[in-house]
């Protein structure tokens, strides 16, 4: 006799109950991971808070005090030497990584919408951290409150209005970029301008005012991540969230920084949902705005322009011609107010030279001025040459790479995973990196579920939380970032050309046994 329905239900509950990874008890790891991401958070906050840190930045001469400072009391975090304060920083990069890891492997499978109100009830924790610290390892917030105020107080233009030209500006002091006027697109121009208009000449609210804006956009990029992936590669959706809502890099750059990336992200997002709902135009329209908060965005844009013209609907011609004429309309409209010279593009020309030191073309420049600069002190014309010769190499790489994938690009899958894919390739290449560059890479590709490119993602990521360890700058490369970001670079292009290589012999060896059938058939008639 077979088991009654009732006694086989009774049988499940209870074999669940005792499974270490049942339901119940991956409710209760989630939870347990969230609080003990919290509470590391928690405590890196306090240790920022303490001087000579040198991880946030505020008014010199400010103290802190309340909630945020209770761990450095509790565990005498100011007392720290230099290296125990580096070694405390280490470890709590790993353990962030760590639990990111164990919440992304939690939910990997499962779409309970209980997990789902623990991931964003974790996000908002994680929020209530960053949102009220002071600007945590970047000074960037500092220059977008200079290119709102070039245009609310001194009624100039952002593009061409230098912060050194304002010295008597009450941010001055706190500007990283003296010499550098604005660099983003028009959008973030305006949303500069809005932020500085409410808060004034008062730092503080200049300051939580463009944190609760990227909170705000951060916030909204996450229904439509969950959205998405129900859509694009169903029963990921929580796995998707928890990539995008835990992830160190992404709520300690974004929520502590400030960081205009998200702006992008969420109007990519936006525009993506548009196109996956049938408003083929409006979508490229819309993430032709987000290119135009940061110009980044034209890596999400350039697989939708090829879909669009590959679709079936209409002729290639006329549609690429429709795509090219609103994103140059969208583009001129909104760069119009500014556009009283072309010298309102030199700061970007003059950034897109630049290295960093955590770049990959900048390890190789350094091995370029070794090799050929013999024992001596490099000059300055071959540290110039080998920068050059750099530069030219590694773009060549990205556009033969480029060009690669965007041929791969046959349906809105591929689109987004194509997306993925060319913000990975600008993060190895690019001569400018910086760790929330990669923040849209991996919200799109958290949609398309665990695959090469998003691991690589999420590897990448994790090696830059690693990027501001108090007191370790430096003028040359950091070989801790840049020789694990190539050997993932070169794991991920051999991975990925393997995949494409057997798919290829595939589809060739599908096609010629379908001719086979088809002669067959022909010479039987």
């Not at 060549?396 to 894919?421: E, H, N, Q, T």
């Amino acid at each position: 006799m077979g088991i009654p329905i009732k006694d086989e239900r009774a049988l499940e509950l209870e074999s669940s109950k005792l499974d270490p990874s049942g339901p119940r008890a991956r409710i209760l790891q989630l939870v347990l991971l969230g609080l003990m991401t919290g509470l590391a958070y928690y405590v890196l906050v306090s240790l920022s808070l303490t001087p000579k840190s040198g991880l946030t930045y505020d008014v010199k001469g400010t103290r802190y005090g309340g909630p945020l400072t209770w761990p450095s009391r509790l565990f005498g975090l100011a007392h720290l030497s230099h290296g125990s304060r580096q070694l405390l920083f280490v470890f709590l990069m790993v353990a962030l990584s760590c639990l990111w890891f164990g919440a992304i492997y939690i939910v990997r499978r499962d779409t309970r919408r209980s997990m789902t109100a623990i991931i964003v009830a974790g996000f908002g924790l994680f929020a209530l951290v960053f949102v009220f610290t002071p600007s945590f390892m970047s000074r960037d917030i500092f220059s977008y409150i200079f290119f709102g105020r070039a245009m609310t107080v001194y009624h100039s233009n952002p593009f061409l209005l230098i912060p050194h030209a304002r010295q008597s500006d009450i941010f001055y002091p706190l500007i990283g970029w003296k010499y550098n006027a604005s660099v983003y697109g028009p959008v973030f121009n305006y949303l500069s301008w809005l932020v500085t208009r409410i808060a004034g000449n008062n730092v503080a609210a200049n300051v939580l005012g463009f944190k609760v804006m990227a909170f705000v956009f951060y916030s909204g990029c996450l229904p439509m991540v969950y959205w998405l992936t129900r859509r694009v590669t169903p029963g990921k959706e929580n796995m998707a969230l928890a990539v995008t809502a835990w992830c160190p890099l992404l709520v300690m750059h974004t929520l502590g920084g400030g960081h205009n990336d998200v702006i992008m992200i969420a109007l990519v997002l936006a525009g993506y949902l548009l196109y996956r709902k049938g408003y083929l135009l409006s979508g490229i329209v819309v993430v032709m705005v987000a290119s135009l908060v940061k110009i980044v965005g034209i890596f999400a844009l350039a697989p939708m322009v090829v879909l669009y013209v590959r679709d079936k609907q209409g002729a290639p011609l006329k549609r690429m011609i429709a795509a090219f004429a609103a994103c140059v309309g969208v583009a001129v409209v909104l760069y119009l107010p500014f556009l009283q010279t072309l010298k309102i593009f030199k700061t970007t020309r003059h950034m897109s030279t630049m290295y960093t030191t955590s770049s990959v073309p900048k390890l190789f420049s350094w091995l370029y001025v070794k090799v050929f600069g013999g024992a001596g002190k490099a000059s300055a014309s071959l540290q110039l040459s080998a920068n050059s010769r750099v530069h030219i190499l590694f773009l060549g790489i990205a556009v033969i790479l480029g060009i690669l994938l965007l041929i791969g690009v046959k349906d809105y899958r591929s689109m987004v995973l194509c997306a993925a894919a060319l913000v990975l390739v600008w993060v190895f290449t690019s001569t400018y990196i910086l760790p929330w560059y990669l923040g849209m890479g991996l919200a799109l590709a958290a949609l398309t579920g665990w695959n090469i490119t998003t691991g690589a993602l999420i590897g990448a990521s994790t090696i830059f939380t690693l990027y501001h360890i108090p007191g370790t700058s430096g003028g040359g490369p950091m070989f801790y970032l840049s020789i694990p970001l190539l050997l993932l670079f070169v794991i991920w292009a051999v991975v990925l050309g393997n995949s494409t290589v057997r798919k290829s012999r595939w589809f060739i060896e599908r096609e010629s046994e379908t001719g086979d059938q088809e002669q067959l058939v022909s010479e039987e008639v």
